[in-house]
């Protein structure tokens, strides 16, 4: 799995029902899976879908975008939404389904405010590309670009607690020292655990 599912994992109660919107091929589920967690994800994509059916996931399609209007209020433990963020076109929506539907959301993230990504746009004049995030701008699927400063005045806003907020380095794993002290800046990724 990638690293920064890892920490995702690591965040989810042995037990928990879970719900992960974008689930891609769905690899974190199946690792939850193995852990002993009822998961579900939803997947927009027919290749996603198909690798999630190949690994025995359960898995609806459909656009997150759109509402969780299917699933009832508190149906999951935790509601999961890894690097999925910069990819829907209403996010502050999706953050409030989440909280409905789900009693703690993890949400990762790739961080636009990284220094390097400033400094590639600064020095090249030209759309930045980093390993968190990997696409020239013409083939990019993120949408919207959110800062650590951005995210959090959006969780305010939406009555989220911050209870966790693991910054990542560009490979995708945790990363302290420094960056706690200056995270917009210094981290390239970022994992939240909320609350409501």
């Known amino acids: 799995m990638r690293p920064d599912l890892d920490v995702i994992a690591s965040l989810v109660p042995p037990g928990a029902r879970v719900l992960d ?39 609806l399609q459909d656009d997150i975008d ?31 389904e989440m909280a409905r539907v789900g009693r703690r959301s993890i949400v990762s993230f790739p961080n636009f405010g990284h220094w390097r990504l400033r400094a590639q746009l600064a020095a090249k004049g030209r759309m930045p590309v980093s390993p968190l995030l990997p696409y020239a701008w013409h083939e990019t699927p993120n949408i919207r670009l959110c ?10 806003a939406e009555g989220l607690r911050v209870e966790q907020r693991i910054l990542l380095d560009e490979g995708g794993s945790p990363v302290g020292g420094l960056a706690e002290r200056s995270p917009n800046l210094l981290a390239a990724g970022v994992v939240y655990l909320l609350g409501r």
């Open 66 to 96: 759109q509402g969780l209007d299917d699933l009832a209020d508190d149906a999951f433990d935790v509601v999961v939404m890894s690097l999925t963020l910069q990819a829907v076109h209403r996010p502050a929506l999706v953050l409030r």
């Open 147 to 156: 800062s650590i400063t951005d995210f959090e005045a959006l969780a305010r």
């Open 21 to 59: 919107l974008g689930c891609g091929d769905g690899a974190l589920l199946e690792e939850l899976m193995r852990r002993g967690n009822d998961v579900l994800g939803v997947e927009i994509s027919d290749d996603g879908v198909m690798a999630c059916m190949g690994r025995g996931v359960p898995v």
